[in-house]
């Protein structure tokens, strides 16, 4: 069950578009619908992206916290997830990316949303960063 916070932005993004105000307009989002890995329930939460090619990369910062998110543990487990980009609803497949691929993406996303280095800042942790493939079919 998504967070009333983030309720209120999938909310918002299915109401109008894909887009939403406040701390989030004008920001790239994608709703991913994973699967729980301990619940093997269906979760949603939005996630900033980037356009790379015909992917879309996106990073598994949880805010500089800790601990990984939820979505990413989900993906680890179960790579295959929906998304939702504007009004388009489609299958991906997740791929954690690496070495030098993963930190000049990292880097790319950093570049645009400045909040990214701060994260990396706050944790101990290597933030992971993922592409989401579009399934084939």
Known sequence: ??????????????????RVRGNFEGTPLVLLTTTGAKSGRPSTTPVLYL????????IA?????DKHPAWYHNLRATPEATAEVGVEKFEVK???LE?????????????????FREYEARTSRRI???????AAG
Do not use: C
Request: glycine share 12%; charged share 30%.
């Open 51 to 58: 356009a790379d090619g015909d992917r879309y990369v996106v």
């Open 99 to 115: 070495g030098e691929e993963r930190d000049r993406l990292y880097e790319r996303v950093a570049e645009k949303w400045p909040g």
């Open 94 to 96: 997740a791929v954690v």
């Open 128 to 134: 992971p960063v993922l592409a989401l493939h579009r």
């Open 61 to 65: 910062s949880n805010g500089g916290g």
């Open 1 to 18: 069950m998504p967070s009333e916070f983030n309720q209120q932005i999938i909310d918002e993004f299915r109401a109008n578009e894909g």
